[in-house]
């Protein structure tokens, strides 16, 4: 019997970045907020301090910070046919789980969305024609919100993280040394670009001499000290190469516990309780409204904690399922096409190339999550796809992230995996090659969506989540277009050989590509495309917000971060200014 | 929360919480995805405690706990032949490899405290990954067993660590691609995967755990180990980076205490 708890103004459930943002606009406004998260407290000099953050194994291989699937996990299938079968370790996606969650072990690539990638549906069949949005089975929508609409936001998750980079487009006008075909920022970034290392600087001056635009990739690993709006501060970077996958002792890359945290826990409105996950939302008979959530401890108690606004922030795929488990809007049926939730379930269709040297010590160790120079010519709708067949692109990106060696050993072509010619092209090689990053975009399409397993139940006896999921071809054709451009720069470098890594085959869970899953909780102009408004408000139950990713109607090819949180204070915005006067839809149908 | 020494700053929490309301400030602190942690609630301060921080835990001792006399030989004949050694550098023999296996097997690692291991049990595409149901300490303990069965049958009673080089780059291959099936219900592309990765994990990883003996993979390849700031050497394009390789444990050079 779950104890009935004090009620709060608004719960969040699950408090990575979204949960921080939503928990700070909203205690600034004077609400009761509660953070239930079900992974441990993290702090930077307790988690991951400088003196043993750097740990390939134990971060990278054993998991340490992620999400531990040995009693909660998802089934992976390709397609209908298929019968889904748990993701029995982690692999393609790295799941986050504890205070700041991904938040913590991200690498800190911060990337606005074309204007042009709101309306996706129709830019592209303005430009390439009806069917260019249909072939291929692809069901890609508009979002609902613009650019314009989300700037301000994109722009005070910058101010937040201290984003190094160098506006290409301030207020309309186009400058050097940026990104010329970003939308228009109403500012500068806070701090300068991140140095460029030996790899990014040498793709830099390939891709110009082919008459591309490169620039440095923006991000919140910082380039100098900063002290965010919230008083937070940060530290310059110090290029040690471990980011992804691991926390920063530094403070120097932008996480809930860098920039967010140190202010809001000290709020007497907020409260955050950890080891605490959420089994579904409660609704009121009629289901029109959430009275809360009911929850259990690691401890195995229950507990129902009413609240006047629940916020999801369990990442997409949580998220997802917890709308399907607490029958909030109609499930997503692939056959009939019928159905919201679990739709347009998206990736991220990755390539890449090596490139080996001989005459030149590359020092890949010396890196940053976000130590790139990027060339954004090919992503989105910057070039024509007449005749080429797909929609969509990706960055290229000469990147240094670091040189983890079990991870981060390039071989070239034909080399096998172990033996002597494998070590001796591993010494050979390992400070002479780095990696060109192809970052392309994935468009939803009919086969692709996430619902209830009918098999597979989780330690508390509830469904898992059933992902069903293959790169479509239209990814494809986009994918080998992007690494065929790729190839172009790699060679325009004159290094001894290159390996061109294609996207070939069906998805696989095993190799690790992104943690960028979208889609399933779509956001849209109305409720008979989506599941949520654009204040990522649910149009079901009008006092539900799902944040996060999940609310992409398909996913662009840029990281998806900002645009997370860009949602997140984009919809606190108009909460406290409209939803707490009248509670209710905010649009109306 | 009442207003506290900034210099002095605790962990407030209450277990369990607003409701059950018993507050308690010894409670064993857990981190890591690993379950079992207490409860708690967070208010009014960044919570901070002393003495809790979360350092790797260091593989102590030169004893093997895992594996029996027989599935060493095997270990050490296998990751011979995984990565052998030479001048260029070390072999996986004298980087400790077997030992570094040895202790992942016998700790949470070879518990599969990280993998999901519940029923029912398909075998499923290749796309789906692992689908076993063993734990990576048992996988090995099948899979050695089972090799050695096979190469009993194949190689006139002999054990894997009793073949020639050649023959046993042969078994290796063969389990690399399937073309060797195991008894037991033992995966041999799932075992031979999980094998090569563990053994470069043991032979790049930072010797804290066993593995990687003297940073000598390390040096070979040219990385400078757990070396905390690059500044003075971002835009110092092309040169070589003079530093020797340094684990957590700092590295030999250093002056003693």
């Given at each position: 019997m779950a104890t009935t708890l004090k009620p709060v103004d608004a719960v969040m459930v699950g408090f990575g970045w979204t949960g921080a943002i939503m928990s700070q606009q909203l205690c600034d406004a004077g609400l009761n907020v509660l953070g239930l998260e079900r992974g441990p407290w993290r702090d930077t000099p307790t988690e991951f301090a400088t003196g043993f953050a750097q740990d390939e194994l134990r971060y990278m291989w054993r998991h340490h910070l992620f999400q531990n699937v040995s009693d909660d996990t998802l089934t992976i299938r390709n397609n209908l046919n298929q019968e889904a079968l748990p993701m029995r370790h982690l692999g393609s996606f790295l799941l986050g789980t504890g205070v700041g969650s991904g938040g913590v072990h991200w690498n800190g690539q911060i990337w606005r969305f074309l204007p042009s990638d709101f309306q996706t549906k129709s830019h592209n069949q303005e430009r390439y024609g009806k069917n260019a949005v249909t072939d291929y089975d692809l069901t890609v929508q508009d979002w609902g919100v613009t650019y314009d609409e989300l700037e301000l936001h994109y722009d005070a998750f910058d101010k937040l993280c201290g984003t190094s980079g160098k506006a290409g487009n301030l207020r309309g006008i186009i400058h050097s040394g940026g990104n010329p075909f970003e939308g228009p920022r109403s500012d500068e970034y806070p701090t300068p670009p991140m140095k460029q290392t030996y790899g990014p600087t040498l793709f830099g001056q390939a891709a110009a001499s082919l008459g591309r635009h490169p620039f440095p990739h923006p991000g919140g690993n910082l380039s100098q000290s900063y002290v965010n709006p919230l008083g937070c501060q940060l530290g310059k970077c110090t290029y040690c190469g471990f980011c992804e996958k691991f926390g920063c002792g530094n403070y120097s890359k932008a996480s809930p516990q860098t920039t967010v945290l140190p202010y809001l826990m000290r709020k007497s409105n907020f409260e955050l309780r950890t080891e605490c996950e959420v089994l579904r939302i409660e609704l009121t008979p009629d289901k029109k409204r959430a009275t809360g959530v009911t929850y259990v401890n690691s401890a195995g108690e229950e507990f129902f904690q009413p609240a006047e606004m629940v916020f999801l922030g369990a990442y997409i795929l949580h998220n997802v399922r917890l709308l399907l488990l607490s029958g909030i809007g109609q499930p997503y049926d692939p056959r009939t096409g019928e159905g919201l939730v679990g739709k347009n379930y998206a990736y991220q269709t990755m390539s890449s190339v090596n490139v080996f040297f001989d005459d030149k010590i590359i020092n890949p160790f010396i890196g940053a999550g976000a130590l790139a120079t990027v060339v954004d010519?090919?992503?989105?709708?910057?070039?024509d796809h007449s005749g080429l067949g797909f929609i969509g692109g990706a960055y290229i990106a000469g990147m240094v992230t670091g040189g983890r060696p079990i991870e981060m050993m390039y071989t070239p072509k034909g080399t096998p995996a172990w033996g002597l010619e494998w070590k001796h092209s591993a010494a050979k090689n390992y400070l002479r090659s780095f990696n060109l990053s192809i970052h392309g975009s994935s468009m939803s399409s009919r086969g692709n969506y996430l619902d209830l397993d009918p098999t597979y139940r989780d330690v508390f006896g509830r469904p898992m989540l059933r992902m069903t999921f293959d790169f479509n071809e239209n990814d494809f054709k986009m994918s080998n277009y992007l690494t065929d451009r790729t190839a172009e720069i790699a060679r325009a470098m004159n290094p001894r050989e290159i390996k061109e890594n294609r996207r070939k085959g069906s998805w696989s869970v095993v190799p690790y590509q992104t943690t960028h899953n979208t889609g399933g909780a779509i956001m849209g102009d109305n409720p008979q495309n989506s599941v949520i408004n654009k204040y990522l408000q649910s149009w079901d139950v009008p006092n539900v917000f799902s944040m996060g990713a999940?609310?992409?109607?398909q996913n662009p090819g840029y990281n998806p971060t900002a645009t997370v949180a860009a949602l997140t204070y984009h919809a606190a915005q108009h909460i406290i200014a409209r939803y707490l006067k009248a509670p209710g839809p905010m649009v109306h149908a | 929360m009442t207003k506290q020494n900034p210099g002095f700053a605790r962990r407030s929490f209450v277990l369990g919480g607003a409701m059950i309301g018993a507050a308690t400030a010894a409670a064993a602190t857990i981190r890591d995805g690993e379950l079992g942690a207490q409860p708690r609630s967070y208010r009014g301060s960044m919570p901070v405690q002393e003495g809790a921080a979360d350092a790797p835990p260091e593989v102590r001792g030169s004893n093997f706990k895992f594996f029996t006399a027989e599935e060493r030989e095997f270990i050490e004949a296998a990751v011979d032949r995984l990565i052998p050694p030479d001048a260029v550098g070390p072999g996986a023999v004298e980087a400790d490899v077997p030992f570094f296996l040895d202790r992942q097997l016998a700790g949470p690692f070879g518990r599969g405290d990280h993998y999901y291991l519940g029923g029912p049990w398909k075998e499923g595409a290749p796309e789906q990954g692992y689908q076993l149901r063993f734990s990576p300490a048992q996988l090995y303990r099948a899979a050695i067993k089972a090799i050695n069965s096979h190469t009993s049958v194949q190689f006139n009673k002999a054990s894997f660590a009793q073949l020639g080089g050649s023959d046993k780059d042969r078994v290796l291959k063969g389990l690399e691609t399937g073309d060797i099936t195991l008894d037991g219900g033992v995966n041999a592309r799932a075992f031979f995967a999980m094998l090569l990765q563990n053994t470069k994990e043991g032979y790049f990883s930072d010797p804290i755990y066993g593995g990687n003996k003297d940073m000598a993979a390390w040096k070979m390849i040219g990385f400078p180990g757990a070396h905390y700031d690059y500044s003075e050497w971002v835009e110092r394009h092309g040169e070589r980076v003079p530093y020797p390789p340094v684990a957590f444990k700092g590295r030999p050079g250093w002056r003693e205490a």
């Open positions: 010519d090919f992503n989105g709708d910057n070039f999940g609310a992409f109607p | -």
